[in-house]
């Protein structure tokens, strides 16, 4: 019986973001109706990261433009 390998799961878009401070910010998304993993890490620091459904990713997207205006 033969084995198939796993199939690797990889997100379609991978933006890297530099943001203030030297900190980078990692945004992969996986489709337009699944979850977008954020990671954010800067020097030393231990890198953060979270899974967004489509409309809290919207909801972070609406409040930066709103801060960066």
Known sequence: MMRADPSKIRPK???????????????????????????????SDV??????SPGELRKLVAAARRILK
Do not use: D, H, Q
């Not at 991978?14 to 109706?33: D, H, N, P, W």
């Not at 890198?47 to 967004?52: C, K, M, Q, S, Y």
């Open 13 to 43: 878009t991978k933006r890297t973001f530099r943001a203030l401070g030297g900190r980078c910010v990692v945004v992969e998304g996986f489709g337009r109706s699944t979850s977008t993993f954020i990671a954010i890490a800067g020097g």
């Open 47 to 52: 890198p953060v990261g979270a899974w967004l």
